[in-house]
C-alpha cells in the first residue's frame, strides 16, 4: 500500500501505536496540538535538531529504511551526548512523497524507536507530502544538571584531548558503498555497519558532564579536524594532535590500502563517527579514569590544548602537513 492510500492521520495513528503511550517525565505526548514535558529541578533543557534530504544526506535506494530511521536519531542523540545531556524526548517531522510504500516507512519507524530504546519517547512531529524527495526532521529533548552542560568554549590551554574511540570507519564504509574500491566483505561489513548504525555516546557524555571533571566536548560528525576546529575557534586555543595516538581499526587500514589512501584520511576528514571529542585538565586525568571505570569506552588521550589558534599534526614525533580538505561543508564541497 502506498502513503497516499493510507492518509496522513493514518500514518500519525500507526507511528503512535508503534511509539507507545507517554511515560514519566513526559506528560502528554503525541496526539494534541503540543507535547508537555514536566521538568526535573536542578536540571536545564538540552535541545537539538537536525535534518537529513534525501539526495543530499542519504540516497534511498541504497539506505535500507531501517538503518535512515535508526540514524537519523542517533545524529541528534549524538549531539545531546555532546552536550552532557540525558536525552528524554523526540520529535519527528517527515515530508514523504506520496508513492512511498507503507511498509518502507513502517521499517523506517522501528529504526527510529530502536535508536530510541527506552531511553527517549518519541512526543511528536508532523507529517506532510513532498514533490521532490524526502525530508526528515528530528528534534531531541534533554536535560543536563544545571551548569554542567559540555560547551565548545570551555578548552583550556594545556588540557588534554581526549577520543572517545575509532574514527574514519563511516567515511569508509560510505566510500565503500559508493563502489570506490572493493573489500571482502568481512573486512566491509564493520565499515558498513559504522556507516549505517552509529552509537551515540550517551553514557559517556553523561559521565563527563555529571563527574564535573569535563567541561568541553563535541561529537564528530565532520571529522576530527573540522570538529576539533570548531572547539578551536569557540575556545580561542590551538591544537597539536599526534596521529600515531589516533585509533584505527584493522578494516579502517585494510580499507586505505585497497583504496590506495593514507590511513589517517579518514580519521582526520571524514565525518558521522559520532564519537566524543573531549578536554579533560592535567590535575583530573587520574579521576576522569577512575569516574569511566565502569565503562567499556575505549578513550584514548590524542593531544593537547596550545596557546595559539591552528591545529598542528605530530606522526611519531615529527611534524607532518594537515591535509587539505578539512571535513563536511553543506555550501563549500
Ligand atoms: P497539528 O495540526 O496540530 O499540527 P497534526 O495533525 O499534524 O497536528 O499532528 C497530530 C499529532 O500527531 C501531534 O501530536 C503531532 O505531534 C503528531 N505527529 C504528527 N506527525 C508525526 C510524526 N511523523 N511522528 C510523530 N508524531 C507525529
Ligand atoms: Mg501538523
Not at 22 to 32: F, H, K, Q, S, Y
Not at 265 to 275: H, I, K, V
Request: one cysteine or more.
Amino acid at each position: 500500500m502506498k502513503i497516499r492510500e493510507l492518509g496522513e492521520f493514518a500514518f500519525i495513528d500507526r507511528v503512535l501505536a508503534a511509539a507507545g503511550r507517554e511515560r514519566t517525565p513526559v506528560v502528554l505526548g503525541i496526539g494534541d496540538d503540543a507535547s508537555i514535558l514536566a521538568p526535573e529541578p536542578g536540571r536545564e533543557l538540552v535541545v537539538t535538531t537536525d535534518m537529513l534530504m534525501e539526495g543530499v544526506h542519504f540516497l534511498r535506494e541504497s539506505t535500507p529504511p531501517e538503518d535512515l530511521g535508526f540514524k537519523s536519531l542517533v545524529v541528534n542523540l549524538s549531539d545531546i551526548a555532546a552536550m552532557g545531556g540525558n536525552p528524554i524526548q523526540a520529535y519527528l517531522s517527515l515530508a514523504l512523497t506520496p508513492g512511498t510504500e507503507v511498509e518502507e516507512m513502517d521499517m523506517f519507524i522501528k529504526g527510529f524507536l530502536e535508536a530510541a530504546g527506552d531511553r527517549v519517547q518519541l512526543s511528536g512531529g508532523d507529517t506532510v507530502s513532498s514533490q521532490a524527495g524526502w525530508a526528515i526532521s528530528v528534534t531531541v529533548v534533554g536535560d543536563v544538571k544545571e551548569g554542567a552542560a559540555l560547551r565548545r568554549a570551555a578548552a583550556a590551554v594545556g588540557d588534554i584531548i581526549y577520543l572517545s574511540g575509532p574514527t574514519g570507519e563511516s567515511a569508509a564504509g560510505l566510500a565503500f558503498l559508493l563502489d570506490q574500491f572493493s573489500l571482502k566483505d568481512v573486512t566491509a561489513e564493520p565499515l558498513i555497519r559504522a556507516h549505517n548504525r552509529p552509537v551515540p555516546e550517551l553514557d559517556l557524555g553523561s559521565i563527563l558532564s555529571e563527574s564535573g571533571l569535563c567541561a568541553c566536548a563535541i561529537d564528530i560528525s565532520d571529522g576530527l579536524l573540522q570538529d576539533l576546529g570548531h572547539i578551536c575557534r569557540a575556545s580561542s586555543v590551538g591544537a597539536r594532535l599526534f596521529l600515531d595516538k589516533i585509533p584505527l581499526t584493522d578494516e579502517l587500514v585494510e580499507a586505505a590500502k585497497a583504496a590506495n589512501i593514507d590511513p589517517y584520511q579518514w580519521p582526520l576528514t571524514g565525518g558521522e563517527d559520532y564519537r566524543l571529542l573531549f578536554m579533560i585538565r592535567e590535575k583530573n586525568v587520574k579521576l576522569l579514569e577512575e569516574a569511566l571505570k565502569g565503562l567499556d569506552s575505549p578513550i584514548q588521550p590524542i593531544g593537547i590544548v596550545e596557546k595559539g589558534e591552528s591545529i598542528q599534526l605530530f606522526n611519531r614525533g615529527r611534524q607532518v602537513p594537515v591535509p587539505e580538505k578539512g571535513g563536511h561543508d553543506h555550501f563549500r564541497n
